[in-house]
């Protein structure tokens, strides 16, 4: 099993900033992906950037050329750094942890991005 920890979520003004981090613990294999969702309430969740071992990057449509996502692989830590952040942008952030792209096994209990406008 392989637990995720997410923080950094809150409440910011459009055109601010905030930096996700999320830290897996327990049977971490490698190689692996790590990733940002977003999931608002009925609807499904969406791919906002993910990052594999090799730090290859793979961003969704909503996050190109505001956001940013690493990874730490000595903490088992990845980042997202949000900038330029819209309303639009509000909802729950998952941290999710797997094997493949697309294919993410394990997933934290989300965090709040509320931006206003």
């Known amino acids: 099993q392989v637990q995720l920890v997410e923080s950094g979520g809150g409440l910011v003004q459009a055109g601010g900033s905030l930096r996700l981090s999320c830290a897996a613990s327990?049977?971490?294999?490698?190689?692996?992906?790590m990733g940002w969702y977003r999931q608002a309430p009925g609807k499904l969740r969406e791919l906002v950037a993910a990052?594999?071992?090799?730090?290859?990057?793979n961003y969704g449509k909503s996050a190109k050329g505001r956001f940013t996502i690493s990874r730490d692989n000595a903490e088992n830590s990845v980042y997202l750094q949000m900038n330029n952040l819209k309303p639009e942008d509000t909802d729950i952030y998952y941290c999710?942890?797997?094997?493949?792209?697309?294919?993410?096994?394990?997933w934290g209990q989300g965090t709040q991005v509320t931006v206003s406008s």
């Open positions: 327990g049977t971490i294999f490698t190689p692996n992906v």
């Open positions: 999710g942890y797997g094997r493949a792209w697309y294919s993410l096994d394990y």
């Open positions: 990052i594999n071992s090799v730090s290859t990057t």
